[in-house]
């Protein structure tokens, strides 16, 4: 299958400060790509779809100015987390599209936040 | 509202037993469901299934889906430890063809 490469895997940060998350296609060029979070012994819930070269579009209840969203080409998509506060700990996953196969979302590895 | 629910929610079992995974969902204009993978961290892709009766096989895993009962069920022969991890379920829609709508996962256990 399709390769999608997500760094960092973890990271610790200061309440206040910004983290940014990065999701690459490896091996294939992604249009859409999918930002999850995932709680502990819970599912994927999803935050928001990456399109390349336009706005994100954000779930219900997502907030857009928190997490910020850029797809500035076919292969990279960031998240980047704003002023990050306890509660934004947690387990993040992005996942692309494969163009070649419908509806197939292949997943990186996450990325566990953790906010001091 | 759509929904995907998983059942069991989870599963313990020794070495060499089959195990039954299932899915069912109420979804609006369904295209495809999806069955997943999940270890530690990310999910593999194992199943894609659009057609009701046609059974998808691989190794000792294999899935069928039912669109009439608007279930599928994910089969494992002969577990092993290596299967222990949790099993997704996801569904597509006919429009909007990029979103999934997810299960809460069936947590799989198996001990030698």
């Known amino acids: 299958g399709a390769v999608v490469s997500q760094h960092p895997s973890w990271v610790i940060c200061k309440s206040g400060t910004s983290v940014k998350i990065e999701c690459r296609s490896l091996?294939?060029?992604?249009?859409?790509m999918f930002w999850y979070r995932q709680f502990p012994k819970q599912s994927l819930m999803l935050m928001a779809t990456?399109?390349?070269?336009?706005?994100?579009?954000?779930e219900q209840g997502v907030e857009k100015d928190k997490f910020l969203i850029n797809h500035a080409s076919l292969t990279l998509s960031t998240l980047t987390v704003t002023s990050a506060h306890p509660e934004d700990s947690s387990f993040y996953i992005c996942?692309?599209?494969?163009?070649?196969?419908?509806?197939?979302?292949?997943f990186g590895a996450g990325t566990r936040l953790s906010v001091l | 509202e759509d929904k995907v629910v998983q059942s069991p929610l989870s599963l313990v079992v020794h070495e060499g037993d089959t195990v039954t995974l299932n899915c069912s969902y109420e979804?609006?204009?369904?295209?495809?469901l999806l069955w997943y993978k999940q270890e530690k961290k990310a999910p593999t892709f194992l199943f894609m299934l659009t057609s009701s009766g046609i059974e998808k096989k691989s190794g000792r895993l294999s899935s069928i889906l039912d669109k009439k009962e608007l279930f599928s069920i994910l089969n494992i022969t002969a577990t092993q430890t290596g299967d222990s991890a949790v099993y997704l379920c996801a569904v597509g829609r006919s429009y909007n063809t990029d979103k999934l709508i997810f299960g809460t996962g069936t947590r799989l256990q198996v001990f030698p």
């Open positions: 979804v609006t204009n369904f295209r495809s």
């Open positions: 091996d294939f060029q992604a249009t859409t």
């Open positions: 990456s399109n390349e070269g336009s706005k994100a579009t954000y």
């Open positions: 996942s692309a599209k494969d163009p070649l196969a419908k509806n197939i979302q292949y």
